[in-house]
């Protein structure tokens, strides 16, 4: 039996977290934008869900689920590099939270999510990446796309997530 997709992400997050990209991966999908979740960065840094549009703009979306977790999060502009937005997506009870100024609320969207829907607060400031790094986030993206469909046709393939 194949590897159900969901099965691959956030397996070591609470399930509220799993709730939270669920809830996300339903409102991108309504907006032409399909996400892959754990997706690796050159930086050694790992998006909880990036997601790609029609023109190839990338989306990054950082899912904090506990007050301490989104409180202690230091590493969050890592991202900012690699993707044209940056979204937070939090259950409701955080939203507040994130419009302190050091979440950078003219730069970074706020999505408030639950297991069955989500919605866009406040819209992510647009960045545009540099041509040369589009370039190599968008190969970057779909070749891991792709190992993780090969691993789910043939999982001893091995891990590829």
Known sequence: MATRPESLCFTDAPPLAAH???GVT???????????????????????????DAKGELTIV????????????????????YCDRFFWAVPPHLAGILEEERYLPGDAGLIVADRYDAAVVRQAAYRPLAPARRKAELLRFARRAARRLAAQIDPSLGDFT
Not at 27 to 39: G, S, V, Y
Not at 62 to 81: N, P, R, S
């Open 62 to 81: 950082e899912i904090k689920v506990a007050k301490a977790d989104l409180v202690g999060d230091g590493k969050w502009t890592d991202y900012l590099g």
């Open 26 to 52: 339903r409102l991108f999908c309504r907006q032409d934008l399909f996400a892959i979740c754990e997706m690796p960065l050159q930086n050694g840094r790992r998006a909880d869900l990036m997601a790609i």
């Open 20 to 22: 939270v990209a669920r």
